[in-house]
């Protein structure tokens, strides 16, 4: 992996772009301090979500939201 510094990767971004799509990874570095990551572009490999794609596949039931108070003072009751 190759540390280039800003002024290097202005005046030779072309050729930097070129190894990078040969694989290679870049560090761009701004006074010796490492400021960014030049690697190859993927597109998601996460199908796009759809809004409303699960509709009318399952129900939720009408006591879902309901729970003990018994329950609910465990989670809010104060350390002492």
Same mark, same amino acid.
Do not use: C
């Given at each position: 992996? &190759?540390?280039?510094?800003?002024? /290097?990767? !202005?005046? /030779?971004?072309? /050729?930097?772009?070129?190894? +990078?799509? !040969? ?6 570095? &701004?006074?010796? !301090?490492? +400021? ?11 199908? !796009? ?10 129900? +939720?039931? #009408? *006591?879902? @939201?309901?729970? *003990? $108070? $018994?329950?609910?003072?465990? @989670? $809010? #009751?104060?350390?002492?």
């Amino acid at each position: 992996m &190759n540390i280039v510094n800003i002024h /290097q990767a !202005k005046t /030779q971004l072309s /050729q930097l772009l070129s190894r +990078v799509e !040969k694989g290679e990874k870049i560090i761009i570095a &701004n006074r010796g !301090k490492p +400021v960014a990551y030049l690697t190859p572009y993927t597109e998601s490999l996460l199908p !796009k979500r759809i809004a409303g794609r699960l509709r009318g596949k399952f129900t +939720v039931s #009408e *006591d879902f @939201f309901h729970t *003990d $108070e $018994e329950l609910i003072n465990l @989670f $809010e #009751e104060e350390e002492s």
